[in-house]
């Protein structure tokens, strides 16, 4: 932030020996007080961001433990993608069917913000970097412990958001192991985060009571602000605004992935390239496509059945059985954990009650293990729970938008399920088994 634009040597410096300080002071080590030179550092400036930082990271840890929770990981080893997790799991609730935009809402709001505190979190690091250089590096034991527990901050933080934006960006960089990395980084961030809070938000809410924001109150220790300031390039007002500018067009270029239509269009930060979906009943965003995942149009061909299992055994359905049952419609839409997700779509099929009924549960349905014909992968099984049976929205659809599915959106059958997240609704299913999980 040109902090360095009237350094030593410019016409605007001051000669050490004009100052007063010696070259310890002045010096080009960053360890050296004078070193650190921009008018913007300040304990105001960082309080500032500090106090955004607080809320939005405060609902990024909340909407991630609802992302996890979303995903019903207790019902099933299929559905676990931490199954280590121990007590880190003791939150963990039946997610429900509704507002059918619930898991739209929650997982948009945790990339879309992610996404747009990126300025913030960098402007907040960037106030604080004098600190990082202060000599000598321990001073106490007590000193010792706060600065292990700014690298718990700082790295969990880091790590959490690189973590992040690397499996919205490319979502294979990660072979299975995206879930544990972020899940337990997120907790250990927290928890550095809640200590820090704790010992800053007096400091920083009594330095933001005390008006105004640019220079410092006379008398009052400002240990970030630079001891030897070079001339303002910039007022914290106008850093400020920067950030906040750079937060606004990256909410604007992200938030479209939530949406459908020329929203999307915007959405220049959209995820991974995936394939063009075209236009028609069925041109909205497919994860992976049959191709992606082996699935051939064999395999969803003439010969497809569907096997529906319970207590009245095993019974293979043809797709034109399927569509010989009573078929319900949906308008629902598909919310992945990457954050995008489509306007809601009009699905159409057989309802999976109905389908349980017909496996020998006729009233107060179980929960059911979906499986795919797709031969490998993370998502070819899940499991749903039996408040998601139940819901009469919940579809083993046959069409889209009135049109049978594309292959690519899981032809023959796929399962749509209210608010529920996008993995847990299985494409190309060809068994059911309906069992108390
Ligand atoms: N068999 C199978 N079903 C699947 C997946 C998959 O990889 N294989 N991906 C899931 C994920 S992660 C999402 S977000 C949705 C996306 O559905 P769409 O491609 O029709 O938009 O499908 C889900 N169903
Ligand atoms: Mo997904």
Not at 118 to 147: D, M, N, Q, T, Y
Not at 321 to 345: K, R
């Amino acid at each position: 932030m040109g902090d360095r634009r009237f350094g030593k040597g410019s016409p605007f410096s001051l000669p050490d020996s004009a100052t007063g300080r010696g070259p310890a002071f002045t010096g080009r080590l960053p360890s050296a007080p004078g070193f650190w030179r921009s008018p913007v550092r300040g304990v105001r400036f960082t309080a500032v961001l500090g106090l955004i930082l607080l809320a939005g990271l405060t609902l990024l840890f909340v909407t991630g433990l609802l992302s996890y929770a979303a995903y019903n990981p207790d019902l099933a080893p299929v559905n676990d993608k931490t199954p280590g997790k121990g007590l880190l799991g003791f939150y963990l609730f039946a997610w429900p069917t509704g507002p059918h935009w619930l898991y739209r809402l929650t997982q948009g709001l945790h990339v879309t913000v992610g996404i747009a505190l990126v300025p913030v979190l960098l402007a907040k690091l960037w106030s604080v970097i004098p600190k990082l250089f202060v000599l000598p590096p321990v001073r106490s034991a007590g000193h010792a412990l706060e600065r292990v527990s700014l690298l718990l901050l700082v790295g969990g933080a880091l790590f959490e958001f690189i973590t992040g934006l690397l499996n919205i960006q490319l979502e294979y960089v990660f072979p299975g192991s995206f879930y544990p990395l972020h899940f337990y980084g997120a907790w250990v961030f927290f928890a550095a985060f809640l200590a820090h809070t704790g010992l800053k938000l007096p400091r920083a809410v009594r330095v933001l009571r005390g008006g105004r924001l640019e220079g410092s109150a006379p008398g009052e220790a400002d240990e970030l602000a630079a001891p030897d300031p070079a001339l303002p390039t910039i007022s914290r007002r106008g850093a400020l605004a920067m950030t906040g500018g750079g937060s606004l067009l990256l909410l604007i270029t992200s938030a479209g992935r939530s949406f459908d239509g020329p929203l999307r269009q915007v959405a220049l930060l959209t995820p991974h390239g995936a394939a063009e979906p075209g236009p028609g009943p069925n041109g909205f965003q497919i994860n992976k496509t049959a191709a992606a995942v082996g699935v051939t149009a064999a395999d969803a061909g003439r010969d497809w059945r569907l096997t529906v299992s319970g207590p009245a055994g095993k019974i293979r359905l043809s797709r034109e059985q399927l569509l010989a049952m009573d078929q319900h419609s949906a308008a629902l839409p598909i919310a992945c954990v990457e954050g995008w997700a489509t306007s809601d779509q009009w699905w159409r099929g057989v309802r999976l009650r109905d389908l349980a009924a017909l496996a020998g549960y006729p009233d107060r349905p179980p929960g059911v293990l979906v499986e795919s014909v797709q031969r490998s992968g993370a998502f070819r099984k899940a499991a749903l729970r039996d408040n998601q049976v139940r819901d009469p929205r919940a579809l083993l659809a046959l069409q889209v938008n009135g049109e049978n599915l594309s292959l690519d959106h899981g032809y023959p059958a796929r399962i749509i399920v209210p608010a529920a997240p996008g993995v847990l609704n299985t494409k190309w299913v060809t068994r059911l088994t309906f069992e108390a999980l």
